[in-house]
């Protein structure tokens, strides 16, 4: 069985479902344990049971973007990587920026996780003058008014809000105003942006919330 070429049926073909690109970052993780682990070769069973999916499910997520695997071989891990990655576009290195520099910006700028998957931490910005010329973990900190310019000469594309949420809204529009198109936000609140940038928002303390429910109820049933 050959493989398409995944990067073009992803611009060209229907979007996928965002369910289905978040599974593709768990296949990508699950695949990445197993070339450590000295394995050439998985199978959507084995995928699927490592993460709580069916074999169905992993392979249709897969067909999304083309064909994969190889009868009575499965999938090659290596090849398989490289795919998944050429169709999340992490097959090259991103440069990033952090928007605030206090005790959550500074815990990010020391994740060696972001590396490691092709997201290179170039510049953090900060409102505090106090922080304006520190580094942190390498990275130098810079004034809000210097963002524009430095995203420009940088090339960057995707930046990571770690402020307080009365400050998200408008460090948002900052940033938009500057030429970024994703934005990661760990700010507790929703932010209103254009069409054309994505926003991917992480509140920890509703993932918390979640937990609690799922532990409150499975107590409840027992």
């Known amino acids: 069985m050959t493989e398409h070429d995944p990067k073009e049926r992803a611009v060209n073909g229907p979007i996928p479902p965002k369910a289905v690109v978040s599974r593709l970052s768990l296949y990508l993780r699950e695949l990445h344990h197993l070339e450590r682990d000295g394995q050439e070769t998985t199978s959507s069973t084995q995928l699927g049971k490592m993460l709580g999916f069916t074999d169905a499910q992993v392979r249709k997520d897969l067909a999304y ?6 009868p009575g071989i499965g999938y090659r891990c290596e090849e398989l990587i490289e795919a998944i990655r050429r169709i999340l576009g992490t097959n090259r290195s991103w440069p990033v920026a952090i928007i605030g520099a206090g005790n959550l910006g500074h815990a990010l700028l020391g994740y060696r996780g972001f590396r490691q998957q092709g997201f290179e931490i170039v510049a953090a910005f900060d409102a505090d003058p106090g922080q304006v010329g520190n580094r942190i973990e390498s990275i ?15 090339g960057i594309r995707l930046a990571i809000v770690a402020v307080p949420g009365a400050a998200a809204q408008v460090v948002a529009e900052q940033l938009v105003a500057a030429g970024v198109e994703g ?13 054309h940038v994505h926003a991917v928002g992480v509140d920890l303390a509703i993932e918390l919330e979640q937990l609690s429910f799922a532990v409150v109820n499975k107590r409840d049933k027992q």
């Open 183 to 195: 934005i990661l936000n760990f700010a507790p609140v929703t932010l209103s942006l254009p069409a």
């Open 65 to 70: 973007f083309g064909q994969f695997g190889y």
């Open 140 to 154: 130098p900190v810079y004034a809000m008014s210097d963002l524009a310019k430095l995203v420009d000469q940088l």
